[in-house]
């Protein structure tokens, strides 16, 4: 019981300052400690994290809207997108063999916390309002598109995904598209849960309480922190979160499995 506490606590850790400061899925973060630490069942640790996502994703969300860095409008539109072209990126991939890309959301959120270390997102919201509407309005449409194909082609979440998207092409100051990014993940969290846990059965409950409980603990003070932030702060301390998450998650997925294997043979 302590173990599994133990585990689950540190994996809401990880998520929930992803959630509240860069919008990213606990998916990228939950499933492979909950897989690695605790043997569980593909399938099911990512239901966990994705419920996880839920409280999380929305709490951030009311919390950067709260502040004004919400645009629910676009975000709306985005999601619904996103939504429709995961299953059709899902369907296509199913007749296109050897599509799966397990490690890259991995190592875009690592990409993505260099880039804000290296290159800050300083896009201010007097700058975002000289968009013309209707162009912002096509282009969550084409974003949200072009979000969901990839997501359900590749299999990858799409929280860091969006955040590159909303700030490099839609160019979105950092704090209005994190809160954007986590509004929309918690619909396609949901969504995510549900199907998971109708298809796959019930979780284990006390990993599930115990990571939704962290992680929606540590999302709020991340995402509280974020909004008094300056942006220049912001883009650091996000770029430093997203890099020692990517290389914390490719420490569990790639680097322990070896060093697991490379014992047992030992022993045998």
């Known amino acids: 019981m302590l173990y599994t506490f133990v585990i689950c606590f540190i994996a809401g850790i990880g998520a929930g300052l992803g959630t509240g400061f860069a919008g990213m899925s606990a998916a990228a973060v939950i499933s492979p400690m909950l897989i690695t630490f605790l043997h569980m069942e593909p399938y099911m640790a990512v239901g966990i ?27 709306l539109v985005m999601m619904i997108f996103v939504l429709i072209f995961t299953l059709v990126g899902s369907y296509v991939s199913s007749l296109v063999p050897g ?51 990839i997501c359900g082609f590749i299999g990858a979440g799409g929280g860091m995904m969006m955040l590159l998207i909303l700030t490099s092409v839609l160019g979105y100051e950092l704090k209005t598209a994190v809160g ?6 918690t619909f396609t969290a949901f969504t995510g849960a549900v199907s998971h846990f109708t298809i796959g059965g019930m979780p284990d409950m006390t990993a599930l309480i115990l990571c939704i409980a962290s992680t929606l603990l540590w999302a709020r003070i991340a995402a509280r922190f974020a909004n008094k932030a300056s942006a220049k702060t912001l883009n650091r301390a996000t770029g430093v979160v997203l890099t020692v998450l990517g ?15 490379s014992r047992i043979s030992r022993i045998s």
């Not at 954007?180 to 993940?185: D, G, K, L, Q, W």
């Open 49 to 75: 994290a994705l419920a996880s996502d839920v409280l999380a994703s929305a709490v951030s969300a009311y919390t950067y809207g709260r502040h004004g860095n919400l645009d629910i409008r676009n975000g």
């Open 180 to 185: 954007t990014s986590v509004f929309i993940m």
């Open 99 to 149: 599509t799966a890309m397990g490690g890259f959301s991995t190592f875009m959120t690592l990409l993505l916390g260099i880039k804000f270390i290296v290159r800050p997102v300083m896009t201010t919201k007097s700058s975002m309002e000289h968009t013309d509407p209707k162009k912002r309005l096509m282009q969550s449409m084409l974003s949200g598109a072009m979000v969901g194909f």
């Open 247 to 261: 290389i914390a998650i490719l420490a569990v997925n790639y680097l322990l499995p070896g060093l697991q294997i």
